[in-house]
């Protein structure tokens, strides 16, 4: 039988504390495998090998991500991170839910993990609850989970040239898209501002006095009943750039209207606008104030499943739209 040795063991033989080899384990899945409630992690001289290997690598200049990509030790895949943190969620276990997400970012990045990760186990969470299985307890830990891990790519000090604002139309709930924009812009380098659920439209003006007349503001929508094109409008008429973002916008944006549809397009979109190109892009032309459209009337559905903060998936019939942008209903 293969000789096997209790954390405390292998952090001696390798000359790391033991809250080092802990954490490495848990954010890169270094070592052996997660253990059953109230076991004990046994690391065997394959893992002690290849954990040597990686303490060299970080003692030359590596940061641990990047030397556990490099020892490539039976890291796993987004794919198969979906199980565990489906099975943290279903368990109400916050923390290891938090742990799972912090370490696939830490490992595969923000987008890779939104995608691959986050919305997989969202989409598994909606089709239960399709099927009238109660577990809105169950989205709420994993929306808080993600947001969680999410919160934790920390945005750069240094404002940008640009000031990019992120900010919910009037009545839309739905953050989690755009704490996964503005991670990912962090993760870059690049700063950015959330502003939250529900902006009213004078507060969308206000935030870019403030900001300045050369912000970029990006507005997030995820369904019909929130997607306003005179919240687009007021803002574009002090001189800021607006993007509208979200799958909400579909069909009542005019053809000057500025939308992006992918996590990777909104970010690209953003970067050309701080690079000089787009500058305008998305500033629709002044319009008088008769001509302004009037608020879309609510969908059929309950305007009510819509209201619950950082609700990511919203109702039902939200749910099911195709192709939504970094949205997380498959």
Known sequence: MPATYPVRVAAERLGIPTATLRSWNQRYGVGPRPHRPGGHRLYSDADITAIARMVALVRTGASPAAAARTVGHDLPSLE??????LQAAFTLDCETATALIERNIDVHGVVETWERLCRPAFGDVVARQSRAERCVDVEHVLSRAVSNGLRRVHTPARQGRR????????????????????????????????????LPVAALGDSIERSGRSSILMLWSHTPFTANPYALRAPSRTGATVIAAGPGWSNRLSPWDSHVSTLTEAIDRLHGC?????????????????????????????????????????????????????DPDP
């Open 80 to 85: 198969d991170s979906v199980d565990p943190l």
């Open 163 to 198: 000031p990019i604002l992120l900010a919910c139309a009037p009545a839309e709930q739905h953050t989690l898209p755009l704490e996964a924009l503005r991670a990912a812009l962090a993760e870059r380098g690049t700063n950015s501002q959330m502003l939250g659920a529900d």
């Open 274 to 326: 701080l690079r000089g190109r787009l500058a305008r892009a998305g500033s629709p032309l002044a319009m008088k104030s008769d001509q302004h459209p009037k608020r879309p009337q609510p969908d059929t559905h309950s305007e009510q499943a819509h209201t619950r903060t950082g609700d990511l998936t919203g109702c039902l019939a939200c749910r099911a739209k195709p192709n939504a942008p970094y």
